[in-house]
């Protein structure tokens, strides 16, 4: 179904508390870092036009507060996401052990059609933190969690220096733009349906 | 107290009922008892009762006692009172004072609803509103008899009890009760109009209230798509059924200055057109006969409550009769703050030393309170105040006797804080839940206010006093332990107190009360969202009907304001001016939910027109941050508050924070959370 285009794409960033969420957010769309972030109370989000193969899409990025007794507000703020973004701290084993969880919670609260594929991206943030001497999560760790998970691509970021923002949030875009694409196949045809179905709140199709 | 001490026995409600017996067969006795020019021939009287009573002013001597009478007359009832003449009690009231308060055959097709009220202790009275919205002042059965008043009236005309206030009864209303109490409080939104006559929302906003209906601009336009429409005719008369009725209420007061109040409404051409609304009797009346009533297309109003006397905070049953003596004089108080009473400076020094004895006692709390209410604390004095306000100094406390608490306070900290300072290194290893909480909340004090020169700059001590506080706190409290927000709330009081273990207790006593905003499951904040759904369906219905068309009932998009008392709303100095503002609990409890409501109705027209989603709202929310005018939002919170009166309050839960839970016992969810994840 060619005709049908989406032009907003729903991501959702989760992790712990302190991964920097926030920070990889307004990297990638303000080009900014600033080490006065307040932690995140509630949900906020960005946008930023995206192109893509002569299309433009609205990416909507979701900072969410990391601490997980804020997650009965997941329903809320998950649902529609067409890519979800996993972020630890590479010098917080805690951070890393705690991604399965969020994915779960996740899959549990946003319900996506077909959870199997669902795209998740994970970022390995904060490399830079003392010249990679605090990293306790190896790169080779990490990829091999990923791999375990149906292959989830990974990258390894420094939101403070701009490492690799933006190639993983091409690779976010993509991700969330195909999930949108493969979800329409598995629906019927009449717009009308598939619109309501899926229960999109900010997403439009046009 | 006065002359009337024997009418209050009089006022128990078997004695009532017992008087209402005789009097029930005396009321049918026909028509002998006229005595005004006002009835007309060929009218039956069907009740009559002596001795029921107009209180222009708290003051007994200026009571005016007269004769009630429900009279039937060809298909219409019609209600009178008549003062009686030479009442030497009145003596000081002229003639023409009385007359102005005679009520002369107003044909129940003119009223709306009575309200009744039977206070534990003290008369019952009644309140008889029109349907212009003019009310009359309460009637005082000082005999008794207001249940056969109501049970006679019942009989002649179509009278419902209200389903949103057992003690209202509508007259002669067909559609959906409910729907018409709420409707009728759309006052607020014409208020927040005059108060903000240079907001951006004002032209528009004002558009959608005055117009008489030939106008259709966009926000009638998406009322008649709701098959609204009577919303957008009825505005201006909700104005005028509010203000009147307060000013009837006062009757005094109302006596001296309605004229003039109304010629400066005409002035500006706010009332105007309520005013001539009304003078458009069809639009209003009713055909009162039997059960074929037929509505007019456009509604009619119950008259809000929310100049009842008690209606703004709650009173226990034994300052009821206290009360009962100041209605007069509380209501003119509310008179003037239905606009919402200016601001007034900050509570200085010189002033707080009168608040207190020479023993160091606050002689009157409420006032103290209510002074707060209006005009906050100095920024010098407020580490004195907000110990009271926060609860960790008793207001009756004597100089001495808080020196004392200081310093016991002071040892006690210190052991509890040593309960963790002690952990040692091996010790924490295997400890991973301190490992983890103290983590977090080092995370969060590092970036809590650091652009406020307090806590600025590298190795800060008070940003490590922060996280000295917030750790022994979630050892005084392990069960709720730390959760992000809590610094929010810690910061403007550790800046305040400039002490330790001060701050931490005035910080207990605060959590005493927010403490169920950091519950695992949330509860907390998620009662006080339902209590603000409720209260915006109570207070901007086409709000309310706005945000369940798009899905949007969870409010979670003022999760924020909620959880930390709008502490990301407004810069660090306008923060703790609402606080303490807050914290005063003088009007309500739960004031910050009226803020909500008076920020969400500033934008209305922009949330409705742009007819945003919940993406959408929630973004717009999140930027109003640092946008919001506190004043002005506090008046229009104070207005919506008192305009609310007990319905308000019935909206919110009992227990709501932040409401002194019940049981502190059962306070916390005892689920070991920080390792769910």
């Known amino acids: 179904m060619p005709s049908r285009r989406r032009t907003l794409l729903k991501v959702i960033i989760l992790g712990d508390s302190g991964v920097g969420k926030t920070s990889l957010m307004n990297q990638y769309v303000n080009k900014k870092f600033s080490n006065q972030y307040k932690a995140t109370i509630g949900a906020d989000f960005l946008t930023k036009e995206v192109q893509f193969e002569d299309r433009l899409f609205t990416l909507q990025i979701w900072d969410t507060?990391?601490?997980?007794?804020?997650?009965?507000?997941?329903?809320?703020?998950?649902?529609?996401?067409?890519?979800?973004?996993?972020?630890?701290?590479?010098?917080?084993?805690?951070?890393?052990?705690?991604?399965?969880?969020?994915?779960?919670?996740?899959?549990?609260?946003?319900?996506?059609?077909?959870?199997?594929?669902?795209?998740?991206?994970?970022?390995?943030?904060?490399?830079?933190?003392?010249?990679?001497?605090?990293?306790?999560?190896?790169?080779?760790?990490?990829?091999?969690?990923?791999?375990?998970?149906?292959?989830?691509?990974?990258?390894?970021?420094?939101?403070?220096?701009?490492?690799?923002?933006?190639?993983?949030?091409?690779?976010?875009?993509?991700?969330?733009?195909?999930?949108?694409?493969?979800?329409?196949?598995?629906?019927?045809?009449?717009?009308?349906?598939?619109?309501?179905?899926?229960?999109?709140?900010?997403?439009?199709?046009? | 107290m006065h002359e009337f001490d024997l009418h209050d026995l009089s006022d128990d409600a078997d004695y009532a009922d017992s008087m209402q017996q005789g009097s029930a067969s005396m009321t049918r006795s026909g028509n002998s008892n006229r005595n005004s020019s006002s009835e007309q021939v060929g009218a039956e009287i069907v009740y009559l009762k002596d001795n029921v009573a107009i209180h222009p002013t708290q003051h007994a001597w200026e009571r005016i006692r007269g004769r009630l009478k429900l009279i039937k007359q060809g298909g219409s009832l019609l209600m009178t009172w008549i003062p009686y003449e030479g009442q030497s009690s009145s003596a000081r009231l002229s003639e023409k004072d009385k007359s102005l308060y005679t009520i002369r055959a107003v044909p129940f097709s003119d009223i709306r609803s009575i309200r009744r009220h039977t206070p534990t202790l003290g008369w019952q009275y009644a309140i008889v509103v029109l349907s212009s919205g003019l009310a009359f002042p309460p009637l005082y059965f000082y005999n008794g008899g207001l249940k056969e008043f109501l049970a006679t009236i019942k009989q002649h005309v179509f009278l419902v009890r209200s389903a949103e206030d057992a003690n209202i009864f509508l007259v002669n209303d067909l559609q959906d009760p409910l729907q018409r109490t709420l409707s009728s409080l759309e006052l607020p939104r014409a208020i927040s109009v005059a108060n903000s006559p240079?907001?951006?929302?004002?032209?528009?906003?004002?558009?959608?209230?005055?117009?008489?209906?030939?106008?259709?601009?966009?926000?009638?336009?998406?009322?008649?798509?709701?098959?609204?429409?009577?919303?957008?005719?009825?505005?201006?008369?909700?104005?005028?059924?509010?203000?009147?009725?307060?000013?009837?209420?006062?009757?005094?007061?109302?006596?001296?200055?309605?004229?003039?109040?109304?010629?400066?409404?005409?002035?500006?051409?706010?009332?105007?057109?309520?005013?001539?609304?009304?003078?458009?009797?069809?639009?209003?009346?009713?055909?009162?006969?039997?059960?074929?009533?037929?509505?007019?297309?456009?509604?009619?109003?119950?008259?809000?409550?929310?100049?009842?006397?008690?209606?703004?905070?709650?009173?226990?049953?034994?300052?009821?009769?206290?009360?009962?003596?100041?209605?007069?004089?509380?209501?003119?108080?509310?008179?003037?703050?239905?606009?919402?009473?200016?601001?007034?400076?900050?509570?200085?020094?010189?002033?707080?030393?009168?608040?207190?004895?020479?023993?160091?006692?606050?002689?009157?709390?409420?006032?103290?309170?209510?002074?707060?209410?209006?005009?906050?604390?100095?920024?010098?004095?407020?580490?004195?105040?907000?110990?009271?306000?926060?609860?960790?100094?008793?207001?009756?406390?004597?100089?001495?006797?808080?020196?004392?608490?200081?310093?016991?306070?002071?040892?006690?900290?210190?052991?509890?804080?040593?309960?963790?300072?002690?952990?040692?290194?091996?010790?924490?290893?295997?400890?991973?839940?301190?490992?983890?909480?103290?983590?977090?909340?080092?995370?969060?004090?590092?970036?809590?206010?650091?652009?406020?020169?307090?806590?600025?700059?590298?190795?800060?001590?008070?940003?490590?006093?922060?996280?000295?506080?917030?750790?022994?706190?979630?050892?005084?409290?392990?069960?709720?332990?730390?959760?992000?927000?809590?610094s929010d709330l810690l910061s403007p009081i550790l800046y305040v107190m400039e002490d330790e273990s001060q701050s931490f207790w005035c910080f207990v006593a605060l959590m005493e009360r927010l403490g169920p905003n950091f519950n695992r499951d949330q509860n907390g904040v998620h009662s006080q969202l339902f209590a603000l759904s409720k209260l915006v369906e109570l207070l901007d219905n086409p709000l309310h009907n706005y945000f369940q068309q798009k899905d949007c009932l969870n409010y979670f998009f003022c999760f924020r304001w909620v959880l930390i008392q709008f502490k990301r709303e407004f810069d660090f100095e306008k923060t703790m001016r609402l606080w303490e503002v807050l914290w005063t609990h003088y009007l309500s409890e739960h004031l910050h939910l009226y803020v909500c409501v008076a920020i969400l109705r500033r934008h209305r027209s922009k949330i409705i027109g742009e007819e945003m989603d919940f993406d959408t709202l929630l973004k717009f929310i999140n930027e109003l941050s640092g946008h919001i005018n506190l004043d002005a939002t506090l008046r229009d919170a104070e207005a919506l508050c008192i305009c609310a009166g007990e319905n308000g309050e019935a909206c919110i839960p009992p227990g709501t924070p932040p409401s002194l839970p019940f049981e502190i016992t059962s306070m916390y969810n005892q689920q070991d959370d920080d390792d769910i994840l």
């Open chain 1, 65 to 206: 507060a990391g601490q997980e007794r804020f997650q009965s507000l997941g329903v809320a703020f998950y649902r529609g996401a067409d890519c979800c973004v996993l972020v630890y701290d590479v010098n917080s084993m805690k951070s890393f052990e705690n991604l399965n969880n969020w994915r779960e919670e996740f899959l549990i609260q946003a319900s996506p059609s077909d959870p199997e594929n669902f795209p998740f991206v994970v970022l390995g943030n904060k490399v830079d933190v003392d010249g990679g001497n605090s990293r306790v999560v190896s790169e080779k760790k990490a990829r091999a969690w990923c791999a375990s998970k149906g292959n989830i691509p990974y990258f390894e970021t420094s939101a403070k220096e701009g490492t690799n923002v933006e190639e993983a949030f091409q690779c976010i875009a993509k991700n969330a733009l195909k999930s949108g694409e493969e979800e329409e196949i598995y629906l019927p045809d009449t717009i009308d349906v598939a619109a309501s179905s899926q229960q999109r709140t900010g997403g439009c199709e046009c």
């Open chain 2, 198 to 486: 240079t907001s951006s929302i004002a032209p528009s906003e004002s558009s959608f209230s005055w117009t008489d209906g030939e106008t259709v601009d966009k926000n009638s336009a998406f009322i008649q798509q709701n098959g609204r429409q009577r919303q957008k005719h009825n505005d201006p008369r909700h104005l005028s059924i509010q203000v009147l009725e307060k000013f009837s209420l006062v009757t005094r007061f109302a006596r001296e200055t309605k004229s003039q109040f109304l010629r400066e409404a005409h002035g500006d051409g706010f009332i105007s057109n309520a005013m001539r609304k009304h003078d458009k009797k069809p639009n209003n009346s009713f055909v009162v006969e039997s059960n074929d009533v037929h509505k007019p297309l456009e509604d009619v109003h119950v008259p809000a409550d929310s100049s009842e006397e008690s209606s703004c905070e709650k009173h226990s049953k034994n300052e009821e009769a206290a009360m009962r003596d100041e209605n007069l004089e509380y209501d003119y108080d509310k008179l003037s703050l239905v606009w919402g009473k200016p601001r007034q400076p900050p509570l200085g020094s010189k002033e707080w030393s009168t608040f207190l004895d020479s023993e160091g006692k606050v002689k009157d709390s409420q006032a103290l309170r209510k002074r707060i209410f209006y005009g906050g604390v100095e920024k010098g004095l407020r580490k004195e105040v907000w110990r009271f306000l926060l609860g960790y100094h008793s207001y009756d406390s004597t100089y001495a006797e808080r020196e004392y608490l200081a310093s016991i306070r002071k040892s006690e900290y210190e052991t509890i804080k040593n309960q963790w300072k002690s952990i040692t290194k091996e010790q924490a290893k295997r400890f991973t839940k301190f490992r983890e909480r103290k983590a977090l909340i080092e995370k969060d004090v590092v970036r809590t206010d650091r652009s406020i020169p307090f806590y600025d700059g590298d190795d800060n001590s008070n940003v490590k006093c922060l996280r000295d506080i917030l750790l022994t706190y979630s050892f005084y409290n392990f069960d709720l332990g730390y959760c992000q927000g809590m």
